[in-house]
């Protein structure tokens, strides 16, 4: 029998209550905790453990889901630490989420994701969580729910995988994954070596072990201040990685106590370095869009114009693939998180609150000394110096695009070309490689309709392909532009989430062959160079016509869903002052 949850406004601060908290009322509150306790006795729990301060573990494991492949033992080094402080531990799951295990794209489930966690959280009797996720959208879900939960929460990695070997040569998933496909498909390597490489590039249980999506969330978790200090490389499988477990889930047992809120701790000044870190790590893309759909939680979006500015002073100081050498092995041995913060210091809001109940600041003071070594670099001899993600505008992107300078071509970063126009994925798929296709190698390759709403779910297809003939005559980049999305592991001179999306009346729908598109990275500009009279006319042949999905959950995402600058959150889920800032048509 549902009954209403007891009401608590969110933000408000919560006090532990213990198996009383969100007690379902059926209009004798006595009598439902008396169930309540009766049940959960059931499962040989003593009233010594129900009358504490209740923890919950939120539980990401799943058959499908290789990144999370250590929840049991990360359950129970954290429970061990719940209990040391004198709480109740309880663990609860919610949805999972693989990248390669999540059709159409995991990104489509994001939000199913974060809609799970924020209501679980409220729904149950917990004090304080410990969400421990790990592959690229759980973080991200998990932090939206946490930020609208308004409970106590602490977030938790599973950590990085193992890197393998292959034949002396140490590889890891996934840049090293696409580099020897590339070399199979070449004919390079026969179908016994690629077996080979197959079962070496994921070492062991955990997320990728290069600077992709996963990398970048939990290190800019850590600087967000809501992970404990330390807690973002600990590889999966390391001892350190349960020891940070311990103290998680000790400090969630604490935090219940002090009733720090979430949304206490994810302020503009933290989400500001978080996207710091975000830069210094020369993180993924992907990253950005998931810290605005946090930000917009909160109701202080991102401002776009100002995370330019930001990226025009902070340098990329880690070593990690692709754009470096280096795994998040590596970084943790090198002093992790704390060490590249040290090094940012004075580039960082220091003031900002942590889950600690200490500012950045002050955690930084109790830090390791850093010590010489190789994958952070000192400012003075960065491996971007800066800009590594530019933030565009023009007539295509009136809302915004972006593109990451620092895995570009240089020469082709002030360009101007002839517009190659693919109409949506299989249109792309279809033609691409057509010995036939009128296409040269200073045109620009657009993409239109694998937005948000276009795909659905903003698939990572930005990364288009160099067309067949161009790629045999030894062309390796050209100017891209899609509304879509890049995998953090891939490099080119591509614009990305261009914004309004085609598939929402956004000008990128007009491009037609043979326009020209002008790029320059230097004025922050990509311009469609056809009249604004002509673009009228098209406009007006063209009506927008978004088939909306019978049912289901397709269609309340295609209804609800946000642009990328607002994170692709749902509407109705950001705070109540950040609706409605993108028109709809
Ligand atoms: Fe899970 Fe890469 S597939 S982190
Ligand atoms: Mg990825």
């Known amino acids: 029998d549902p009954g209403g949850p007891a009401e608590r406004p969110v933000g408000a601060p919560s006090k532990p209550a213990g198996m009383r908290g969100n007690l379902t009322n059926y209009g004798d509150a006595e009598f439902a905790l008396f169930l309540r306790k009766a049940f959960i006795k059931g499962a040989g729990y003593t009233d010594d453990a129900v009358d504490r301060?209740?923890?919950?573990?939120?539980?990401?494991?799943?058959?499908?889901?290789?990144?999370?492949?250590?929840?049991?033992?990360?359950?129970?080094?954290?429970?061990?630490?719940?209990?040391?402080?004198?709480?109740?531990?309880?663990?609860?799951?919610?949805?999972?989420?693989?990248?390669?295990?999540?059709?159409?794209?995991?990104?489509?489930?994001?939000?199913?994701?974060?809609?799970?966690?924020?209501?679980?959280?409220?729904?149950?009797?917990?004090?304080?969580?410990?969400?421990?996720?790990?592959?690229?959208?759980?973080?991200?879900?998990?932090?939206?729910?946490?930020?609208?939960?308004?409970?106590?929460?602490?977030?938790?990695v599973t950590g990085s995988m193992l890197t393998g070997a292959y034949r002396g040569r140490t590889v890891g998933a996934c840049t090293d994954c696409r580099a020897f496909w590339g070399q199979h498909r070449a004919g390079e390597l026969d179908e016994q070596e690629i077996n080979e490489v197959n079962g070496s590039l994921v070492g062991s249980v955990g997320t990728c072990s290069v600077a992709g999506t996963a990398s970048t969330m939990a290190c800019v978790a850590e600087a967000m201040g809501i992970a404990l200090p330390g807690s973002a490389t600990p590889p999966a499988v390391t001892a350190d990685r349960m020891r940070i477990a311990e103290q998680t889930g000790r400090r969630a047992a604490e935090l219940a106590e002090e009733g720090l809120t979430a949304d206490r701790i994810l302020t503009p000044a933290a989400l500001e370095n978080a996207l710091r870190v975000l830069l210094a790590v020369g993180g993924s893309t992907n990253g950005l869009v998931h810290l605005a759909a946090v930000a917009g939680r909160l109701g202080h979006p991102l401002d776009l114009a100002r995370f330019d500015e930001m990226s025009r002073e902070t340098p990329v100081l880690v070593d990690?693939?692709?754009?470096?050498?280096?795994?998040?092995?590596?970084?943790?041995?090198?002093?992790?998180?704390?060490?590249?913060?040290?090094?940012?210091?004075?580039?960082?809001?220091?003031?900002?609150?942590?889950?600690?109940?200490?500012?950045?600041?002050?955690?930084?003071?109790?830090?390791?000394?850093?010590?010489?070594?190789?994958?952070i670099r000192p400012r003075t001899m960065p491996i971007y110096p800066s800009g590594s993600i530019a933030v565009l505008r023009g007539n295509l992107a009136p809302n915004g695009a972006i593109i990451k300078q620092a895995a570009a071509a240089p020469e082709l970063l002030e360009h101007r070309g002839r517009a190659v126009v693919f109409e949506n994925s299989a249109d792309l798929a279809a033609r691409i490689d057509d010995e036939d296709l009128d296409v040269r190698p200073d045109d620009v390759l657009v993409l239109k309709n694998i937005g948000p709403v276009g795909a659905p779910g903003m698939p990572e297809a930005g990364y288009l392909p160099i067309p067949k003939k161009?790629?045999?005559?030894?062309?390796?980049?050209?100017?891209?532009?899609?509304?879509?999305?890049?995998?953090?592991?891939?490099?080119?001179?591509?614009v990305l989430h261009v914004s309004p999306e085609a598939a929402v009346g956004g000008p990128l729908r007009h491009v037609r062959n043979g326009d020209q598109i002008r790029l320059s990275v230097q004025e922050r500009l990509i311009q469609l160079e056809v009249s604004e009279k002509d673009l009228q006319e098209r406009e007006r042949d063209s009506p927008v016509s978004q088939p909306v999905p019978a049912r289901g959950y397709r269609r309340l995402y295609v209804e609800q869903v946000t642009q990328a600058e607002e994170g692709c959150d749902f509407r109705f889920l950001q705070a109540e002052t950040n609706q409605g800032t993108v028109p709809r048509k």
């Open 53 to 156: 301060t209740v923890v919950g573990i939120v539980d990401t494991g799943s058959g499908f889901n290789p990144c999370h492949g250590n929840m049991p033992q990360l359950i129970e080094a954290v429970r061990r630490g719940v209990m040391l402080a004198g709480a109740l531990p309880v663990e609860f799951p919610t949805i999972s989420l693989h990248e390669s295990f999540a059709q159409p794209t995991s990104m489509f489930l994001r939000n199913l994701m974060a809609m799970d966690t924020e209501e679980m959280i409220n729904a149950l009797p917990v004090d304080a969580v410990v969400l421990i996720g790990g592959c690229d959208k759980t973080v991200p879900a998990q932090l939206m729910g946490a930020a609208s939960a308004g409970k106590p929460a602490i977030q938790l």
């Open 470 to 494: 161009l790629a045999r005559a030894g062309v390796r980049d050209m100017v891209r532009i899609s509304d879509g999305r890049m995998s953090g592991t891939a490099a080119g001179t591509i």
């Open 320 to 375: 990690l693939k692709p754009a470096g050498r280096h795994y998040m092995e590596d970084l943790h041995k090198a002093g992790g998180v704390p060490a590249l913060l040290h090094e940012l210091r004075d580039l960082l809001n220091l003031d900002a609150p942590t889950v600690t109940g200490r500012t950045l600041g002050a955690e930084l003071d109790r830090a390791p000394e850093p010590f010489a070594q190789e994958v």
